[in-house]
């Protein structure tokens, strides 16, 4: 009886992790999509705590199942209750870390359960199939990789680890990684449960091997790699569900594996880019070399007064804003709204243009300005915003930089050649708002900025709007 | 060759399973538009912390006594309720803000 309800706990779950994911691809029901699929992880998680049975015994240690299970939401809900909005995808490669490390754990006890099961602690039980090892192994190897590489990523997000790489580190991954392979292969094909070293061995080498896979990329393509590791650890999930014969987790995982292998690939195309060359070609490494060289072809640039800028503004009949991750940083979207009602009151058609990766995440700036209140129908994508350059009188750039560049379109050598790019030089007059001079994410110069029609306004996006905001107030 | 035969026709209901939320996952978000990416991301992120209720069946097993992996196992199902309550509730957040204005 109470097996029978919890097969269909599980139906239910599953059924609201496919009815979640299709909401969460529509903006309409987005957020519902997402209450649908936690309703369903809680419905299945509370049938195992009380339902779940092995030979007909139940699970026991309940204290420290909801020790564990209120600490966990305790924190949780702090950390995502309390990040800043900039901060977010940072916590949600943290999150997919937990994931990893949860699945690797799994594999731990369960690799020391049927050790103690083959020395004879518990004789009337079946040895362990190849199988159940061959799961094991997986859900240790992949969650591993995805626990080390999302924190390294976190660490990117956050500036506090920086690019690494060393000669020959290609080669040494690959090594490693079919050493692991190899290993872990000799352990399931000779049905050896108990060499702990090994065992070890592999989950260190696994760790070390997400190390190395993540430090050489450059933190622009983090938002690939997290959602890369995100369907990592969803086949880890899925060996779970492989090892308990357990539905949810196999349906989840595998749902999750395929849907993140997927979005993956779309975010890759959004920046017109392979995903083997985010992995491989090392943005970073290249960018500071392409950075050095045109370094030296800078050549001079305006500058534009808080009150010409004001001027100029207000006076136009059309002003296209281009946000960027420096407005992010500066938390300037609600004056960057002040400044769009200002000038529309002014009669000034005002939109906003929305680049794929704008931000630090594919979709990141949509979310921030949707936090500011501003009208969804203001945000205008790439394609649309690049026919409405030609009849823009100015174009206000806030904190972007690789995202206009020319040289993705002009110049082959450029580690960007090739992104599709805002095409601002179209408009009449380009203001960027920048803090300095210095070079964008990726590193490289960007020629925009010593156009003529270019002049530049420097200090932190939020500080410059609110002088902007003040100026056009009293014209 | 026997074997890997025997195999499949022992599991044959998972791997159909699985072939099939192959193809679901990849028909369910194939329209997504790029706005949605980072929700949609995270929403999966929470999703795979499904991956908890392994960690709770190994821990509702674990014979009194064993400390240490019964440690392992609250470490694995504190990790994981992080992963699950932590993604639903950042999603949350993330999609509140596209709220249409009235």
């Given at each position: 009886?109470?097996?029978?309800?919890?097969?269909?706990?599980?139906?239910?779950?599953?059924?609201?992790?496919?009815?979640?994911?299709?909401?969460?691809?529509?903006?309409?029901?987005?957020?519902?999509?997402?209450?649908?699929?936690?309703?369903?992880?809680?419905?299945?998680?509370?049938?195992?705590?009380?339902?779940?049975?092995?030979?007909?015994?139940?699970?026991?240690?309940?204290?420290?199942?909801?020790?564990?299970?209120?600490?966990?939401?305790?924190?949780?809900?702090?950390?995502?209750?309390?990040?800043?909005?900039?901060?977010?995808?940072?916590?949600?490669?943290?999150?997919?870390?937990?994931?990893?490390?949860?699945?690797?754990?799994?594999?731990?006890?369960?690799?020391?359960?049927?050790?103690?099961?083959?020395?004879?602690?518990?004789?009337?039980?079946?040895?362990?199939?190849?199988g159940t090892l061959l799961t094991i192994f997986l859900g240790l190897i992949i969650g591993a990789v995805s626990f080390a590489g999302s924190i390294i990523a976190w660490g990117k997000l956050n500036g506090k680890i920086k690019d690494f790489s060393f000669k020959g580190q290609q080669v040494f991954n690959l090594v490693l990684f079919f050493a692991t392979l190899a290993v872990a292969g000799y352990l399931v094909v000779a049905i050896d449960s108990s060499n702990y070293l090994l065992f070890?061995?592999?989950?260190?080498?696994?760790?070390?091997?997400?190390?190395?896979?993540?430090?050489?990329?450059?933190?622009?393509?983090?938002?690939?790699?997290?959602?890369?590791?995100?369907?990592?650890?969803?086949?880890?999930?899925?060996?779970?569900?492989?090892?308990?014969?357990?539905?949810?987790?196999?349906?989840?995982?595998?749902?999750?594996?395929?849907?993140?292998?997927?979005?993956?690939?779309?975010?890759?195309k959004a920046m017109n880019r392979s995903l083997t060359n985010v992995l491989i070609g090392s943005f970073g490494g290249n960018a500071a070399a392409g950075g050095a060289s045109a370094a030296g072809s800078q050549g001079a640039y305006k500058e534009i007064s808080i009150s010409d800028a004001a001027v100029c503004m207000s006076y136009a009949n059309k002003v296209i804003i281009v946000p960027g991750y420096g407005l992010a940083v500066a938390q300037a979207q609600h004056v960057c709204h002040e400044l769009e009602k200002l000038l529309e009151d002014k009669g000034v058609d005002v939109k906003y243009a929305i680049h794929p990766v704008a931000g630090r995440m594919p979709g990141h700036m949509n979310v921030l300005l949707a936090e500011a209140d501003v009208s969804y129908d203001k945000l205008i994508e790439m394609e649309e915003a690049n026919d409405e350059f030609k009849s823009t009188d100015v174009v206000l750039i806030l904190g972007a930089n690789d995202v206009v560049n020319p040289a993705a379109k002009t110049d082959p050598a450029s580690p960007i050649y090739g992104?599709?790019?805002?095409?601002?030089?179209?408009?009449?007059?380009?203001?960027?708002?920048?803090?300095?001079?210095?070079?964008?994410?990726?590193?490289?110069?960007?020629?925009?900025?010593?156009?003529?029609?270019?002049?530049?306004?420097?200090?932190?996006?939020?500080?410059a709007l609110q002088k902007l905001v003040a100026e056009i107030k009293s014209l | 060759m026997e074997a890997i035969l025997n195999w499949a026709q022992a599991h044959i209901d998972i791997i159909y399973i699985v072939v099939l939320s192959i193809f679901l996952g990849i028909e369910v978000i194939g329209r997504v538009p790029s706005v949605l990416?980072?929700?949609?991301?995270?929403?999966?992120?929470?999703?795979?912390?499904?991956?908890?209720?392994?960690?709770?069946?190994?821990?509702?097993?674990?014979?009194?006594?064993?400390?240490?992996?019964?440690?392992?196992?609250?470490?694995?199902?504190?990790?994981?309720?992080?992963?699950?309550?932590?993604?639903?509730?950042?999603?949350?957040?993330?999609?509140?803000?596209?709220k249409k204005k009235k």
């Open positions: 009886m109470e097996l029978s309800i919890l097969t269909i706990c599980y139906l239910i779950g599953s059924l609201t992790f496919i009815i979640g994911l299709k909401m969460l691809s529509h903006p309409e029901s987005a957020r519902k999509g997402n209450m649908v699929a936690a309703v369903g992880m809680f419905i299945a998680i509370f049938g195992t705590i009380f339902l779940y049975q092995e030979n007909g015994v139940g699970l026991h240690n309940y204290g420290w199942i909801f020790g564990a299970l209120v600490l966990g939401t305790v924190v949780g809900t702090l950390a995502a209750k309390r990040v800043k909005m900039t901060a977010m995808p940072e916590l949600v490669s943290l999150f997919n870390g937990m994931g990893g490390a949860c699945a690797a754990l799994i594999s731990v006890i369960e690799f020391g359960h049927i050790a103690a099961l083959y020395s004879g602690e518990h004789p009337d039980q079946a040895a362990p199939t190849q070890y061995g592999i989950l260190v080498a696994a760790l070390i091997y997400g190390v190395l896979f993540v430090l050489p990329i450059g933190g622009a393509d983090m938002p690939v790699v997290i959602s890369l590791l995100n369907s990592f650890t969803g086949v880890a999930a899925a060996c779970g569900g492989f090892l308990y014969n357990n539905s949810v987790m196999l349906t989840g995982g595998i749902l999750v594996g395929a849907a993140g292998t997927l979005l993956t690939v779309l975010m890759c992104m599709p790019i805002l095409e601002v030089e179209q408009a009449k007059t380009v203001i960027v708002n920048k803090r300095s001079m210095k070079p964008g994410y990726a590193g490289i110069e960007n020629e925009l900025f010593f156009q003529p029609k270019t002049s530049m306004l420097f200090g932190d996006a939020k500080a | 990416h980072t929700p949609l991301m995270s929403g999966a992120n929470a999703i795979h912390g499904v991956v908890i209720i392994g960690a709770i069946i190994v821990m509702g097993k674990v014979e009194p006594g064993h400390y240490v992996t019964l440690i392992i196992g609250f470490l694995a199902v504190v990790l994981g309720t992080l992963n699950v309550v932590g993604g639903f509730v950042v999603t949350d957040r993330m999609l509140e803000m596209f």
